[in-house]
């Protein structure tokens, strides 16, 4: 139907529902009735708005099976990962901002800079957006979009989101919970809109701040359009992420966690390993274990406990995997280990590894968001250091080492985001952590106090403290004493010369009187 999205469930390419489109001349007043929303719902009192919250966690536990299946069905990962990964997250998250988000809020007094202006006190409050807009990518279709609407809500602004067309059913449920906990008329609302226009419609309802995840080359385009409206935009956008393994590394934790960071959700995960960069001590020995583990990885197709991952959200995303693996072959790459895969799912892909790779490989430069990794060698530490900041993109990375302070001092060398030590990717689940990247991975953070920042505007606010003072210094009427009292403050202050900060002082003190008459 045209005026409907139809969606398919990507293990068996069932049709499992529609979502209504929305018309795009009323995303317009849509807005307009967010706005009038946010002005009772951001004058509440925090205590106040995080009586929902209760609610919608209550919800979302009490459905957690239930959501998770609808994840699962939507978009092609596992129902375990949807409920560990997505469901489990939010429920945290919720209590996170609960607890903290006053403290993240409240007024900040800010010291005096300078004994002379000590009459002056300032504050900063911070202000809500006002109407923001969401718009959320089709891999984390629950848990990206809901760690935006959680913040955008609480921060005290009204929210539109808009879903991945790919997954319109886990948007719906979105909106479902919105609802069901009771939020206020018009402060959510679900857009069911396709890619193409979206940007266009929600940047030309003179929404007060756009929330992208996804593309760089869409994030770059929608930028560009938020420019010329002057709207403030936050960008959260792909990885191409490196795991380095040191000559100390746990193999056996590292092989885990690689197999997990790399094949999780399918491979497509934006904070995923795509790169594994190995010390030449260790690279034999790493790739057989990781081959051996391999061998019992399933990829069956199947939405249940025989698998060890899921499927292709779709084929569009099938296709570009499948490239940069034909491009990494045809450029010297060798398939050095495979999972078991379904001939039965056309959106199957097998978990794989490459070697003989290099960096002019799309594989190992672009992000490949897919079950694919490829291995490299390294030989010092300054190499790995080097190869892992050899992209343009850089959300998150990892090093593996049994001891902390040298991957610590790794990390610190690299061009990322979010550096995880002995693990990856997980720390997109921590509520209190900001995620976001570098370079072409982003320009801002969601998550923890600087993700709820986010959702805000700063207020200054400046008062005298002392009510016998009438009048500053600098205030008309202009005449040379008034010029020579200023430039005498200068010299007062700062001056090394004890006979020059004298005569400052002797030139302050003429105009010193005048501050107490109006």
Not at 135 to 152: A, H, K, R
Not at 246 to 257: E, K, T
Request: with cysteine.
């Amino acid at each position: 139907m045209k005026n409907q999205t139809e969606c398919f469930n990507p293990f068996t390419e069932e049709l499992i529902g529609y979502s209504e489109l929305t018309d795009r001349n009323s995303v317009t007043e849509i807005v307009q009735k967010a706005r009038e929303a946010q002005k009772d719902w951001g004058n509440k009192r925090l205590t106040e708005r995080s009586k929902y919250f209760y609610k919608l966690r209550d919800l979302i536990v009490n459905q957690a099976e239930d959501i998770s299946e609808i994840i699962s069905k939507d978009n092609g990962k596992l129902k375990i990962e949807a409920l560990s990964a997505e469901v489990l997250p939010i429920a945290f998250a919720i209590t996170y901002y609960i607890k903290n988000a006053e403290r993240f809020l409240r007024d900040k007094k800010l010291k005096a800079g300078n004994i002379f202006l000590a009459n002056k006190r300032s504050f900063i409050r911070r202000v809500p957006e006002g109407v923001i807009a969401i718009v959320s990518p089709w891999n984390y279709p629950f848990t990206i979009p809901m760690f935006d609407v959680i913040c955008g809500l609480m921060a005290g602004n009204a929210v539109i989101l808009k879903g991945a067309t790919e997954t319109q059913l886990v948007g719906r449920k979105i909106e479902e919970l919105i609802l069901n906990a009771g939020f206020p008329k018009g402060i959510f609302s679900f857009v069911n809109l396709p890619g193409s226009i979206a940007g266009d419609a929600l940047l030309g309802s003179k929404i007060d701040k756009l929330f992208f995840t996804g593309s760089v080359e869409v994030g770059r385009m929608l930028a560009q359009k938020a420019a010329a409206n002057l709207i403030p935009i936050s960008l959260e956008l792909g990885g191409n992420d490196a795991m380095i393994i040191l000559q100390d590394a746990d193999l056996d934790r590292a092989v885990s966690g690689g197999i997990w960071g790399g094949f999780h959700n399918a491979g497509q995960s934006c904070g995923g390993i795509e790169r594994i960069y190995v010390h030449e001590k260790v690279y034999d020995r790493f790739l057989l274990l990781l081959k051996k583990r391999l061998e019992n990885f399933s990829a069956n197709g199947n939405q249940d406990f025989s698998s060890d991952m899921g499927v292709m959200t779709s084929l569009k995303q099938k296709n570009i995997v499948e490239e940069h693996i034909k491009d990494a072959i045809e450029k010297g790459a060798q398939v050095f280990a495979q999972s078991k895969i379904s001939t039965n799912c056309k959106n199957s892909l097998p978990a794989s590894v490459l070697i003989n790779v290099n960096h002019d490989m799309l594989l190992m430069k672009e992000e490949t968001f897919g079950p694919v990794v490829g291995v490299m060698k390294f030989y010092t530490i300054q190499e790995a250091i080097d190869l892992a900041n050899d992209s343009h993109l850089g959300l998150t990375a990892s090093v593996w080492s049994k001891n902390n302070r040298k991957a610590i001092e790794v990390a610190k060398q690299i061009q990322a985001g979010a550096i995880n030590i002995n693990d990856h990717l997980m720390s997109h689940g921590l509520a209190e952590t900001p995620w976001g990247g570098f370079k072409d991975s982003g320009n801002s953070r969601s998550h923890g106090e600087l993700g709820l920042l986010e959702m805000t505007k700063q207020q200054v606010i400046i008062k005298d403290i002392l009510p016998f003072v009438k009048r500053n210094l600098w205030w008309h009427p202009y005449d040379k004493n008034v010029y020579d009292g200023i430039l005498g403050l200068i010299k007062l202050i700062y001056s090394k010369e004890v006979k020059i900060r004298i005569e400052g002082l002797k030139n302050l003190t003429k105009i010193l009187p005048r501050i107490f008459k109006v």
